[in-house]
T-cell receptor, first 114, second 115 residues
Framework: DQQVKQNSPSLSVQEGRISILNCDYT??????FLWYKKYPAEGPTFLIS?????DKNEDGRFTVFLNKSAKHLSLHIVPSQPGDSAVYFC?????????????FGAGTRLAVHP | EAQVTQNPRYLITVTGKKLTVTCSQN?????MSWYRQDPGLGLRQIYY???????DKGDVPEGYKVSRKEKRNFPLILESPSPNQTSLYFC??????????????FGPGTRLTVL
């Protein structure tokens, strides 16, 4: 059973609009969450993270929101740009220190069209 | 340039023929890990290593072996590949202090097909 779920396999957004990617998790021991971005024929690259002691983290156009009670996090991209078209993986870790284990969701393919 | 390299990038082989996928990083990272990516399942961890001569199983270790004789290299060995090991494989590395707080750097991937 997947502990990290991204229920939307794909998302299409118009350039300039907001993209919202969602992620749900089941393990209450997770205390650190990350988003990775992946272009075709490349490895994933780190995008943004959030610790469970926060409910929001912002980095430029990217903001991650965490709702611990709902075991839900979301990534907002504003404004969306064509270069944002990629697969986005949500990942969670049961430790913010120590072992570097990440548990990934299945990914959401974002297409930003002009 | 800081990077994780994998070789080969593409490989087609037959059932039972032993193969090795190499992974090397030049960032002096202690932690290295292998993942496989399959449709609908995301990335799943195969094996990881916290440092030289220290390796441990991830979530899907069956059919794989690893070794960590040097800090920079972490090869993935398939002693007797089977078709269910057809997948996209990623190697990753990071520092260990701070655990998951450390960004993991991923290689470009190896697409393996086992006939």
């Amino acid at each position: 059973d997947q502990q990290v779920k991204q229920n939307s396999p794909s998302l299409s957004v118009q350039e300039g609009r907001i993209s919202i990617l969602n992620c749900d998790y089941t393990n209450s021991m997770f205390d650190y969450f990350l988003w990775y971005k992946k272009y075709p024929a490349e490895g994933p690259t780190f995008l943004i993270s959030i610790s469970s002691i926060k409910d929001k983290n912002e980095d430029g156009r990217f903001t991650v929101f965490l709702n611990k009670s709902a075991k839900h996090l979301s990534l907002h991209i504003v404004p969306s740009q064509p270069g944002d078209s990629a697969v986005y993986f949500c990942a969670a870790s049961p430790f913010s220190g120590g072992y570097n284990k990440l548990i990934f969701g299945a990914g959401t393919r974002l297409a930003v069209h002009p | 340039e800081a990077q994780v390299t994998q070789n080969p990038r593409y490989l087609i082989t037959v059932t039972g023929k032993k193969l090795t996928v190499t992974c090397s990083q030049n960032m002096n990272h202690e932690y290295m890990s292998w993942y496989r990516q399959d449709p609908g399942l995301g990335l799943r961890q195969i094996y990881y290593s916290m440092n030289v001569e220290v390796t441990d199983k991830g979530d899907v270790p069956e059919g794989y072996k690893v070794s960590r004789k040097e800090k920079r290299n972490f090869p993935l060995i398939l002693e007797s590949p089977s078709p269910n090991q057809t997948s996209l494989y990623f190697c990753a590395s990071s520092f260990t202090s701070g655990g998951a707080l450390n960004e993991q750097f991923f290689g470009p991937g190896t697409r393996l097909t086992v006939l």
